[in-house]
């Protein structure tokens, strides 16, 4: 991911994220991350059953990265993690929300303006001009 993209004000959503998604081939589902806590959005991402059994088993919120075509434990590289408290279902039973405790510094691959990581991916607010901005303290 570019600079631009993950810190800048310029509004660029991909609008062809889904397509990408299901052109990887993988049997998946949504499933968002939320702090159990604090109720914060931290993630959303995808899972297949192995991600789902690997969740389950390890204790940890495990996704399946569409754009590597692997499991993917998050935190295993960063230290990371977001440990499992709960997973719920939706009403359809095609997505999955984790409930977290976050365990490190932050659950976003993004830093703050200190080289922190964020504690989640949603740092930036959409404005009526379309344009993006940070929310206070999370710069």
């Not at 968002?32 to 604090?38: E, F, I, L, M, Y």
Request: aromatic share 8%.
């Amino acid at each position: 991911m570019s600079k631009e993209l993950e810190e800048g004000s310029e509004l660029k959503l991909d609008f062809l994220k889904l397509k990408k998604v299901a052109a990887c081939g993988a049997d998946i589902l949504p499933a968002v991350a939320q702090d159990a806590k604090t109720g914060e959005v931290l993630i959303l991402g995808y899972a297949n059953q192995l991600a789902l059994n690997t969740a389950r088993k390890e204790g940890m919120a495990t996704f399946w990265s569409t754009s590597r075509n692997e499991l993917w434990i998050k935190g295993k590289t960063s230290g990371d993690y977001l440990k499992l408290k709960d997973i719920l279902v939706n009403c359809e039973q095609n997505s999955i929300l984790y409930l977290v405790e976050p365990v490190g510094k932050g659950a976003c691959h993004t830093k703050d303006k200190t080289g922190k990581p964020r504690s989640g991916c949603y740092y930036r607010r959409l404005k009526d001009d379309d344009t993006l901005e940070f929310l206070p303290g999370k710069e």
